[in-house]
């Protein structure tokens, strides 16, 4: 008898069969049972961060460039990185705020974007299409950036990838440098692969946006408060630096909300409460916009200017509806999970909260921070932390390393912050939050992180003749870095076991229970004031 007809049959099972097969994975992924990623060449490679990597700039008429780099203009130039080329790559200056503080400080050393793909759709970095290059100006520790990203990538957050690179120009030491992934089109397909979802940066129109939006606001115009001779006396100010922000706001620009520029009161760094016009201080609400504070203000998508404005991924009127949708479900704290991806957020938050970041979406300007959409599902994408470990303003270090966890920095209205308020909600997504707080606490080894890096860097460091600071200064910030993160570690632990107020109100209403911290100078990590101290010197 022939076996034809048996072949056939097991044949048409085997396609019944890899058919099942293909749809049970398509829908676990789309279900969220396990996440689609897709791995990039790039990664163990620019960023392996064991050690420090080499890109030589080569390009011809250089001096030109740098002349013109307040432009932000592209130029076509060569990269070789880790001896590799790459030619004919855009390269421009970035940092808005900063170009113009690194120009006035007379110093060339500017922050870098390279776009591998502006001449040519198909260039590419083993699969990585833009690469921050940041100066690493206000950071005499060169690792907050550095760290606070390391931080959340080890703890499951979606993070930009980072390592540090020592850059020669056509052949010549120019600096050490950090690189930093940009948070584009290889960003999403290595965390989310090729069906990834929504990209925004949310930013206020009238606000820089940190590294990334805007133009018109510039942090040196904050007016000292009134605490601040007091603490320049005790040491907590030794330093007066100007922000790294990416706006020059002009001297007549109003200021959003009282119409004149705000008055720093107490709060950690200088920045928890603004004066408002009757004279009496307010807290929690913060100067950016309320769709940047990812609150729900009705369903007309003009309404979310500075959300779908900065959108970097293309976008229409169904995910504009579905984000609102989403929105809409996390003011009222009721359908939380459809519109939260929980585990990422809450992560997200933890480590956030503690490295104590003021220039941040739990800040008075309400910046610096991304936002993925994919099916409704929202979470948040770290972003310029140079200003972290209470170094905005820094100029209390005890309400620094003792922020509240559960009322951080500008939160202290369950109205204005949304995408934190809501973990609070639910018993269950705050004894999550708490949970991972503890976790972090106890299985991260940041002492020891700090001291590799350190180890790694310190010869560039001490090499490089053309950075903002000297190698005594940067021994000084590891060791307030090195102190800091031991003394927050200390009161997160109290803060859990109770020993320790979570909250500002519980703070304020028992001060003797706080952890001290007599030797403790945040300053010694650089500040926003860094431009004006080296100008005036």
Not at 375 to 393: K, V
């Amino acid at each position: 008898m022939s076996t034809h007809k048996y072949i056939d049959g097991i044949c048409a099972a085997g396609m019944v069969l890899a058919l099942v097969i293909a749809f049970l994975l398509i829908n676990a992924a789309a279900s969220g049972i396990w996440e689609v990623s897709a791995p990039m060449g790039y990664e163990s490679r620019l960023f392996d961060a064991s050690r420090v990597h080499t890109i030589d700039i080569v390009m011809d008429g250089w001096d030109s460039f740098i002349e013109e780099c307040e432009n932000e203009e592209y130029a076509a130039a060569t990269a070789v990185i880790d001896g590799e080329s790459f030619q004919n790559v855009g390269i421009r200056a970035k940092g808005n705020t900063s170009l113009r503080t690194v120009s006035e400080m007379g110093s060339d050393r500017y922050s870098f974007k390279i776009e591998f793909d502006q001449y040519d759709d198909a260039k590419n970095y083993y699969g990585l299409d833009k690469l921050s290059l940041n100066n690493l100006i206000q950071d005499t520790t060169y690792m907050k950036d550095y760290l606070t990203y390391r931080l959340m990538g080890s703890f499951g957050v979606d993070a930009p990838l980072c390592s540090y690179v020592f850059i020669t120009v056509n052949g010549e030491d120019w600096g050490l440098y950090l690189a930093v992934e940009g948070v584009e089109e290889s960003f999403l397909q290595r965390n989310y692969g090729s069906s990834y979802g929504n990209l925004y940066k949310p930013d206020s129109t009238g606000f820089g946006g940190g590294r990334g939006n805007g133009k018109e606001f510039d942090m040196g115009n904050w007016e000292e408060g009134p605490d601040d001779d007091k603490r320049q006396e005790n040491g907590q100010n030794r330093r007066n630096r100007t922000g790294e922000d990416d706006g020059d706001r002009p001297d007549n620009a109003p200021w959003p909300g009282n119409g004149g520029k705000p008055e720093i009161g107490e709060g950690v760094g200088g920045y928890g409460r603004f004066a408002v016009p009757d004279g009496e201080f307010r807290s929690g609400g913060g100067m950016g916009s309320d769709d940047v504070k990812l609150k729900y203000i009705g369903d007309d998508p003009d309404s979310y200017s500075n959300i779908f404005q900065n959108a970097k991924t293309d976008i229409g009127s169904a995910d504009k509806k579905r984000l609102i949708e989403s929105l809409k479900k996390l003011s009222g704290k009721e359908e939380i999970e459809p519109a939260v991806d929980v585990d990422k957020v809450i992560r997200y938050f933890t480590v956030h909260n503690f490295v104590v970041n003021g220039d941040s979406y739990t800040g008075q300007i309400v910046h610096n921070y991304y936002l993925y959409e994919e099916d409704g599902r929202l979470s948040m994408i770290p972003w310029d932390y140079n200003l972290a470990f209470g170094t905005f303003q820094g100029n209390d270090a005890q309400k620094a390393v003792n922020d509240p966890i559960d009322t951080p920095l500008s939160v202290s209205s369950g109205e204005e912050r949304p995408m934190f308020d809501w973990i609070f909600s639910k018993d269950e997504y705050t004894e999550l939050y708490h949970q991972y707080l503890t976790e972090f606490i106890q299985d991260t080894d940041i002492e020891g992180l700090i001291d590799r890096t350190e180890k790694m860097i310190a010869p560039y460091v001490e090499k490089d003749s053309g950075t903002f600071y000297s190698y005594e200064e940067f021994e000084a910030g590891v060791a307030a870095l090195r102190e800091f993160c031991s003394l927050r570690a200390e009161s997160i632990r109290g803060q859990l076991n109770g020993t320790v107020p979570s909250t500002a109100e519980g703070q304020a209403a028992n001060p003797s229970s706080l952890i001290s911290s007599p030797y403790l100078t945040l300053s010694d990590m650089g500040t926003m004031d860094d431009g004006k101290r080296m100008n005036r010197n």
